[in-house]
């Protein structure tokens, strides 16, 4: 495979071949998840509840993103690489979004963009698109918002605000977005809205008609449990598999019989001779 692009994820979606994308926010996992064939990586400001532990997104900073964009590239050879754009980081001024974008892509190494809500924030948008960023919008279930929303829940249930996030999709694909991720909305909304834009959709809590899909990687691994959405299929159990590890290593610790000859070193007999 090689490697991912703005260009191929237009290519995908005109051959009907669905776009694969998890988030990661480290050098190691990055690496699997390349080396298994993943279409993209997002560097998702989840990563301030997942890896961080915060209640919810907004304590993110640009800083945040960009340390974990440092490691993500570092792991990944062919996987398009997404810079998530925390709260407050595009919504100040256009100066300062292109200054914050602009980051992310120069110190980070991400290859694009994504950041939440459409008309509202469409000027910022249309500015980074004009400094040579790709944008990835994000509509429906904003986490961002979560105080406006009071709470992670579905939205575009009721005829305004489906019509609402419809027609933020198509401005946004109208300024030059190159995908939109569509999170939390009713499967059939986001299959309307997926007929209507030529650029592909990448549903998170949005049904099977999207143009591809995305996870965190904490939530389908098993790993974080401290909240699991409905959407989360969770593909492995990884902490049972990390609580066995632990009570065996702690086990073998308190009792001697970790470590064994074969994970020691060893030292000459006449060296040792001269040291009792
Ligand atoms: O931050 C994140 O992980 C995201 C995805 C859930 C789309 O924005
Ligand atoms: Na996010």
Redesign the pocket.
Known sequence: MGKNTVRSFWEMKKNNEKITML?AYDYSTAKLLDEAGINSL?V???LGMVVLGYEN?LQVTVDDIIHHCKAVSRGSQNSLIVG?MPFLSYHISIEDTIRNAGRIIQEGNAHCV?LEGGKDVIDKVEALIKAQIPVMG?IGLT?QSVNMFGGFTVQGKNEEDAQKIIDDALLLEKVGVFSI?L?GIPAKLAEIITNKLTIPTIG?GAGNKCDGQ?L?INDMLGIYSDFTPKFVKKYANIKDEINKGLSNYIEEVKNGSFPRPEHSFSIADEILEKLY
């Open positions: 988030t997002l998702g400001d989840s997104t998530d994504k994000h986490p991720v999170e998170i995305v965190v």
